[in-house]
């Protein structure tokens, strides 16, 4: 059984022992990945409504930065998942929902 201490306060999760400052720091990862989340949401809304007002007033440079914040923004949404995926099953780390 693997034994993490930073400290004296242990705490015992699915099998594995982790410091009570890990626990801290999933729910801080978990707090800025849903931010993370929601900005990404906010910034391909915003680079939809910039693309759309692009096109009415035909300028290319608003079309390349409204895609971009699309592109962004989808990736940002994208980051949660892909950090969950990468972490393995007996890490011991839970993300909040």
């Not at 801080?28 to 906010?42: F, Y």
Request: net charge negative; glycine share 14%; hydrophobic share 55%.
């Amino acid at each position: 059984m693997a034994k993490v201490q930073f400290g004296s306060y242990l705490t015992k999760v699915s099998g594995v022992y982790l410091d009570a400052v890990g626990g801290a720091m999933s729910n801080v990862v978990g707090i800025l990945l849903t931010v993370a989340m929601w900005m990404g949401i906010a910034l391909a809304i915003w680079g939809v409504v910039e693309f759309v007002m692009s096109l009415t007033q035909d300028m290319p440079e608003k079309k390349t930065k409204g895609i971009l914040l699309l592109a962004g923004g989808i990736i940002l949404v994208g980051v949660k998942a892909l950090v969950t995926g990468l972490l393995p099953d007996d890490a011991g780390v839970t993300l909040p929902e």
